[in-house]
């Protein structure tokens, strides 16, 4: 066919190609399902990785400088439930780097 020689505008994809997925959930799940590797967040595997399910190749860990900061109104006391959010939040981040040996 016209289209299945090679420069000649073929959009087909190659039998060997692999899928390349734009939400990093589903690329974790085709991980899990031997369908290759995948690159990820260690917060998003971290219980993957313990159960064995999945495996990291590599000890090296790449720090993301951007961050989430927890902002309040100056002024404003804080509200029972807000702190509590922000006191498990810091608790679920702790753990997870001992978990990860982040920290």
Known sequence: MPGDRPGRGNRCRRSDASPIFHDPALAVREAVNC???????????????????????FTIRHAIPQSYCL?????????????????????EIASHKQVMRLA
């Open 35 to 57: 369908g290759g590797v995948a690159l990820a967040d260690n917060i998003m595997v971290e219980d993957l990785l313990a159960s064995g399910q999945l495996v990291a190749p």
């Open 71 to 91: 902002w309040q109104k100056p002024g404003n006391r804080i509200s029972i439930s807000a702190r509590l959010f922000r006191d498990w939040l810091l608790s």
